[in-house]
């Protein structure tokens, strides 16, 4: 199914400096796969080489934490909306 | 010991305290709250300048460095005629012109983690506002072993985020972040709009919580993106496996 994924500003020159993209995908870690696929730079910014999310982003699928869910398994529900949320620091 | 507001504080205070739940006895915890802020920058400093325009008692503020060119569109306390000198000198002269009454202990160094423990110890709240992430956590594990409540909030381009930290209560930095990222710098894209509208909320965090009044971010946070106004007030969890706050990190 398709969903979306909006991206933080400080990945988005990694990405076409598109904010908000669309997959087709059924569990959060296929559509992160899919969307790094397409914008490779964006893998080591979002999964660790085991396909972990990495411990410096957030996944929030329509508003829940993913961790708090099945993390990379957590299946996906038609026009999800997965939310990433990187560690900031500007001050 | 408890100083009671004196009629000038009272006649400068007198439209805050209308706010029907913060009154008289709200004013008057601020004046006995002290805060610990990380870097009067971007953030910090519009924190510690709402705060002192708040009638706050004491604030305790670390920063290093002199005042250089690129701090001048967004560290309001940085003024261009003390370039080159002492950023904590700015920060205390403009601090003091807005409210003479505020007692500031300032402090020419960052926050590490040799110096965060006698600083937390000689305040009641601590607001994170560092560029760098040792910096955040050093301050954020001192939070925790201290027992002392922190507003996190940061920002970059145009995205800022916010939470309020209870150690014991609520996710610490180390429950949310783990690990810094790798591909952190000190230097990042900001408008002084943007570090000042998260740091405005900070701002009012402190006061909630000092004064007991509304709902802080507590468990939750706000993340938002000024570049299309989208807004997420997002439940976050502690983690059982914190390195920091969790039972098995004693």
Known sequence: MQVRIKLPANMRALADDIAEHKVQATTVGEALNLLCEQHSDLQSRLLSEEGKLQPFVNVFLDGTNVRELEAELTELKKESEILIVAALAGG | ?250
Request: glycine letters at 8%; one cysteine or more; hydrophobic letters at 40%.
């Open chain 2, 1 to 250: 010991m408890s100083r009671t507001l004196t009629e000038e504080e009272k006649a400068t205070y007198e439209w805050q305290m209308w706010v029907h739940d913060f009154g008289v006895e709200g004013q008057q915890k601020l004046k006995d709250a002290s805060v610990l802020i990380s870097r009067a920058g971007g953030v910090g400093g519009v924190v510690a300048y709402q705060l002192a325009a708040a009638g706050i008692g004491k604030l305790v503020i670390a920063h290093a460095g002199n005042v250089k060119h690129s701090d001048l569109n967004l560290q309001l306390l940085m003024t261009y005629d003390h370039l080159g000198k002492p950023r904590i000198e700015s920060i205390e002269r403009r601090l003091k012109e807005l409210n003479p009454r505020l007692e500031v202990v300032g402090i020419a160094e960052n926050v590490n983690e040799a110096n965060v423990t006698a600083m937390v110890e000689q305040v009641d709240v601590l607001v994170d506002c560092a560029p760098l992430f040792p910096e955040r956590f050093a301050m954020n594990d001192a939070a925790v072993r201290g027992g002392v409540p922190m507003v996190e909030c940061a920002m970059y381009e145009l995205e800022a985020q916010i939470t309020t930290i209870v150690p014991g209560k609520t996710p610490c930095l180390r429950c949310l972040y783990p690990e810094a990222p790798p591909s952190w710098t000190r230097e990042f894209p900001v408008f002084g709009a943007v570090s000042g509208s998260v740091a405005c909320m900070a701002a009012m965090e402190v006061v909630k919580i000092t004064a007991g009044i509304g709902k802080p971010l507590l468990s939750r946070m706000l993340q938002y993106d000024l570049r299309d106004m989208s807004f997420h007030c997002l439940n976050i969890a502690r983690n059982p496996d914190c390195t920091c706050c969790s039972e098995k990190s004693a």
